[in-house]
């Protein structure tokens, strides 16, 4: 783990985020790796990827916040990369005004605004270290297509996700030039929560131009380009296969 660039990914058990902190790990990083309740599966990631950590922490609860980030440092000794991967969904029509009470649009900002915003704002004493000791240091949110176009699972969802994506921008203004912030915009992913939406698979095979959905490796590529590429800061790499376009 000596002198190996660390990076904490959110929610990194699974989809998404184990692209990604597989990724992170086969070039070269010692990976933190998170989760909210699969434990076991954090202890098994992490014994699978080598110099690796897991803690678990509810990412609603600004203490756990808070601990994650200092847990991970402790065990490592230092933070290069964070990667803001960690979310949460629900699927409501867009005409049912009613179903998307205050509660869901409180739950969702918690998590998929907040808790990011929060993360970084811990996180950046160490990420500042980290660059002015010679390595680039980096954060990458994940957001979703969802958050530039009028889609998404409901509107509270791809309305906290505008919200971090302008968190991002305004994130890469304060924080330059030791840090760079980026975000990735997903579109459909194949992971186990997307397994059953059948309607939207199809519309993916018949108007995105790549023709299928995105696999957690092709987004945890674009994570690790923003995070490789040491000019890029507060953009928002779309990962819709290009779906927008249509």
Request: proline share 5%; with cysteine.
């Amino acid at each position: 783990m000596a002198g190996k660039r660390v990076a904490l990914v959110t929610g990194s058990t699974s989809g998404i985020g184990l692209g990604i902190a597989r990724r992170l790990a086969n070039d070269g990083y010692c990976v933190a790796v998170h989760s909210r309740t699969s434990a076991e599966a954090g202890h098994a990631l992490a014994a699978e990827l080598g110099d690796a950590v897991y803690v678990q922490a509810d990412l609603a609860e600004d203490e756990d916040r808070r601990r994650l980030v200092h847990e991970t440092v402790a065990a490592t000794g230092r933070l290069d990369v964070l990667v803001n991967n960690a979310g949460i969904s629900g699927t409501i029509p867009h005409a049912d005004l009613q179903a998307a009470t205050p509660e869901i649009w409180r739950d969702l900002y918690e998590v998929n605004a907040i808790a990011p915003f929060r993360l970084v704002a811990e996180a950046e004493p160490h990420l500042r270290a980290a660059a002015r000791a010679g390595s680039p240091a980096a954060v990458v949110n994940v957001a979703s297509h969802a958050a530039v176009r009028p889609k998404g699972a409901s509107i509270p969802y791809a309305a906290s996700k505008a919200a971090l994506v302008h968190t991002t921008k305004l994130l890469a203004v304060t924080l330059a030039p030791d840090i760079r912030v980026n975000a990735v915009a997903p579109g459909l992913v194949d992971t186990p929560l997307t397994e059953t939406w059948e309607d939207t698979r199809a519309l993916w095979r018949e108007r995105s131009p790549m023709r299928r959905a995105a696999t957690p490796e092709d987004i945890a590529q674009c994570v690790t380009a923003l995070i490789d590429s040491t000019y890029i800061s507060g953009e928002v790499m779309m990962a819709d296969g290009g779906l927008n376009l249509t």
